[in-house]
Every structure is written in structure tokens, then in C-alpha cells.
């Protein structure tokens, strides 16, 4: 089954595609001209002389680590003689580099924003310390891990009414997604909440404390190898956006159904409405683990110089190797773009979240 991009992410996906289009009159002539032929000589375009990939992460963060890699590949791509520098500010989540970002960075494209898919998900759920939409920010590039859910293969079928036990460090955690998914098959979720790295979740699994568990984040083959070999079976996966915006299975896990997949085999129906769409926008958060975008309004050269500079560098060896590494796929162009937007959600679908987090699990942001 393949399923398309919510409405609101599938017009900005759109948008991002055929802007132009949309100005009219002189705003196409003025497009046309502003974008750099592709056969022209990057050179040619102006561009600053000096750049900074501001990393929303810690110094010596798993994301520096990516900024470091990327500013690398980012110098040789970008215009003759354009310095290149690495920034990283604030925690983990992402969250105060994404503010900074919002706040401080005009759109000159002298600054790009390397951010976790975590801080996408804090925007989601409505974490007060957020002050930045994320569906607004223009994509450069993208790095994306598959994601399935593994279960204890007891707790099957779930239309039965058995108890699954889920392993997840809180309600609006990268786990998110498994609880609405399942939520939304008619699982009777029990969460056991707490279990906040990967390899605490397997071992709860291993010893029976738990039912299921998302493999997400870095390294998620080994994950899947681990919960098998203690007895557990994919059920499964949050696919993967295309460049069109269209969901399917993911290549890394092709045997293993999607969840809309899994939903239209169980109900007979095709999922929608504001819940899934939320579902869908949690995913592709979970999933994310970098994005690279410009400030809203960066005008259409310096966006066309930036992403033909990300076509380069998604190929270099060193973001390659790295992505090998994590089992992470560099994306550029429209499907990093499909890939970003995708955590976009309308209004239905945030107030539906935000309410079902409430009355579900009595969790509001604190």
C-alpha cells in the first residue's frame, strides 16, 4: 500500500516544487531569473564568503559529529573560496539551537541549521520552550534511519484484545509513534514508561518485561537482530516518505508491512482523519535524524547554491561513510524535502495530538 504526504505537508512539498509557478505575472520572470541556470558556473552566483552550519546540539554531540562531516563536504561543494564553519549550541534535543536559529539568523543564507528530528517532535506535541515552526523552514538536506517495531509474537493478534506491553521513555518521546500506531489498531496499550536508551529497552524485552519495542535512532538492523534473537518478530515498520511524497515500505525492512499496511489488514480500511496524520508527522519526526534548512524567505539562488552544494556533499565519502556507520540514508533535493515537510501537521491534526496525549497518558508540556 502506498499512501500520500497529509495535506498541509503535501502543499508545502508541492510548493517547494513549483513556487515559481505560483507568483504570476512578473513574480514567474523575477523566479526565473533569481534561480541559476543548472549548467551555469556556480561561481557565477554571488554567494557569502563566509558561512556557519549552526549545529542544534552539544559540542562532541552525535549531531556535531554529522556538522563537522557535512561543513567538510559542504567547503569543496559550495562556490571557490567560501569558508566554511561549524557551530553547535544547546542540548541534545535540539530545541535551544532551533530558537537561536528562529531568533538571530536573517535570511541571507549565510547560516544553515542542522537539527535533530527530536526537536521537530518537542514542536509537535506543543513544548512551550519551542518558539519556531518547523513546516516553515526551507530544506537543504536530510538523513533519515528506518524504523519497525518488534514484537513478542504472545501479545498477537491484536484485534484479540491482548495487552502489549510497549517500552518507551515518556509519552511524547521518539516512541510516539508506536503509541499512537498501536492506539490506533485497538491495541490494548499498557506503555512501560522510563526506559529511555535502546539497549534498555532490548534487555526489557529480553527478560519479558516487555511486549514491544520501536528499533529506532542509530544502528537499527542490529536492534532488529537483537529483539529476534530474543524471541521477537518485526510487525511493523513507519516506512519511508518518497520523493513524491508517497509512502511506502522501507527499503532497509522491504518484508516488513507499513503501518498503514498492517491497519488496512486488520480494519479493511485505509487510514485518515487527524490522528493519522499526526501518526504520520510523529514518524517522520522519529525518523529524522538530521535535517538541513535555510531560514523561511532565503531568496531562490542562494537556495538553488545550498542544495546543489547538499547534492555534492549527500554523496562525499566521508557523509557516506558515516551514514554507513549509523545506518543512516543521506537524502537531498525533493526527497530531502518530502522528508522534512512530512513532520509538518495542520491544526486538526496538532490539537488532536496535543488532546489525545492529554486525556491518554494525563500528559501536558510542562
Known amino acids: 500500500m502506498i499512501v500520500s504526504l497529509p495535506p498541509l505537508a503535501r502543499r508545502r512539498v508541492l510548493g517547494w516544487m513549483a513556487g515559481p509557478l505560483l507568483l504570476g505575472g512578473r513574480g514567474v520572470a523575477r523566479a526565473a531569473n533569481a534561480v541559476p541556470n543548472p549548467t551555469a558556473p556556480v561561481a557565477a552566483i554571488p554567494f557569502p564568503e563566509g558561512v556557519t552550519v549552526l549545529v542544534a546540539g552539544p559540542d562532541g554531540g552525535g549531531l556535531c559529529r554529522w556538522g563537522e562531516v557535512m561543513s567538510a563536504a ?72 528506518p524504523a519497525v517495531v518488534v514484537v513478542r509474537p ?25 503509541l499512537l500506531g498501536f492506539d490506533l489498531l485497538g491495541a490494548h496499550l499498557e506503555p512501560q514508561f522510563g526506559l529511555i536508551e535502546q539497549d534498555a529497552a532490548i534487555a526489557a524485552f529480553a527478560a519479558g518485561k516487555v511486549d514491544a519495542v520501536l528499533a529506532c535512532g542509530a544502528n537499527v538492523p542490529e536492534q532488529v537482530a537483537r529483539l529476534q534473537s530474543a524471541g521477537g518478530q518485526p510487525l511493523f515498520s513507519l516506512g519511508t516518505t518518497g520523493p513524491s511524497g508517497v509512502l511506502g515500505r522501507d527499503a532497509a525492512f522491504g518484508e516488513v508491512p507499513t503501518w498503514a499496511e498492517l491497519r488496512a489488514l486488520l480494519h479493511g480500511a485505509a487510514p485518515s482523519g487527524p490522528r493519522y496524520d499526526a501518526y504520520r508527522a510523529a514518524a517522520a519526526a522519529t525518523q529524522l535524524e538530521f535535517g538541513l534548512v535555510l531560514p ?18 549527500a554523496a562525499a565519502p566521508g557523509v557516506q561513510n558515516l551514514a554507513t556507520a549509523f545506518t543512516v540514508r543521506p537524502l537531498d533535493g525533493v526527497a530531502a524535502a518530502a522528508a522534512t515537510t512530512s513532520v509538518a501537521a495542520d491544526t486538526a491534526a496538532l490539537l488532536d495530538l496535543r488532546g489525545w496525549l492529554a486525556t491518554r497518558f494525563n500528559w501536558r508540556p510542562a
Open 296 to 313: 523561511q524567505l532565503t531568496s531562490a539562488a542562494i537556495v538553488a547554491l545550498w542544495r546543489r552544494a547538499a547534492d555534492q556533499a
Open 154 to 178: 504472545t501479545v498477537l493478534p491484536l484485534a484479540a484484545g491482548h495487552v502489549v506491553r510497549l517500552a518507551a521513555s515518556a509519552p511524547a518521546g521518539p516512541q510516539l509513534p508506536a
Open 74 to 145: 559542504l567547503g569543496r561543494a559550495l562556490p571557490s573560496g567560501t569558508k566554511v564553519s561549524t557551530t553547535c549550541s544547546g542540548g541534545i534535543d535540539g530545541v535551544t539551537g532551533a530558537n537561536q536559529f528562529e531568533a538571530r539568523v536573517p535570511p541571507d543564507g549565510t547560516t544553515v541549521l542542522l537539527i535533530p528530528g527530536a526537536a521537530a517532535l518537542d514542536w509537535l506535541v506543543g513544548d512551550p520552550r519551542a518558539h519556531f515552526d518547523a513546516g516553515r523552514w526551507v530544506p537543504v538536506m536530510a538523513g533519515v534511519a
